[in-house]
Nanobody, 129 residues
Framework: EVQLVESGGGLVQAGGSLRLSCAAS?????????ISWFRQAPGKEREGVSS????????YYIDSVKGRFTITSDNAENTVYLQMNSLKPEDTGVYYC?????????????????????WGQGTQVTVSS
């Protein structure tokens, strides 16, 4: 059984930083996937935030987080990190990591709009003003 487990969320003041982790386990060949971070704020639709193609290291960011968030992967640990700096109140939400087969992203050059096979349970990020 594939599991994605997020951690690292919390409460932080605007301008602060958090590092989220997404650890993958189970029948899961890490290099076969792209791992993405999504977030959902109260009353809003879930949105993609950032993604990384494992092995290639190619990364994607939505415009609102470019220059503030950095996504990396530790292939030895089957873990993806999202370093979030200069946090803003509008970054508040539940952050989820999810996995999609690598070819979907490589062939379309976008991590969005695909059917993600595996999801974590989410971790809450709250940024106070």
């Amino acid at each position: 059984e594939v599991q994605l487990v997020e951690s690292g969320g919390g409460l932080v003041q605007a301008g602060g930083s958090l590092r989220l982790s997404c650890a993958a386990s189970g029948l899961f060949t890490f290099d076969d996937y792209a791992i993405s971070w999504f977030r959902q704020a109260p009353g809003k639709e879930r949105e993609g935030v950032s993604s990384i193609v494992i092995g290639d290291g190619v990364s994607y960011y939505i415009d609102s987080v470019k220059g503030r968030f950095t996504i990396t992967s530790d292939n030895a640990e089957n873990t993806v990190y999202l370093q979030m700096n200069s946090l803003k109140p509008e970054d508040t939400g539940v952050y989820y990591c999810a996995a999609v087969p690598r070819p979907a992203v490589v062939t379309t050059h976008t991590p969005w709009g695909h059917e993600y096979h595996y999801w974590g349970q989410g971790t809450q990020v709250t940024v106070s003003s």
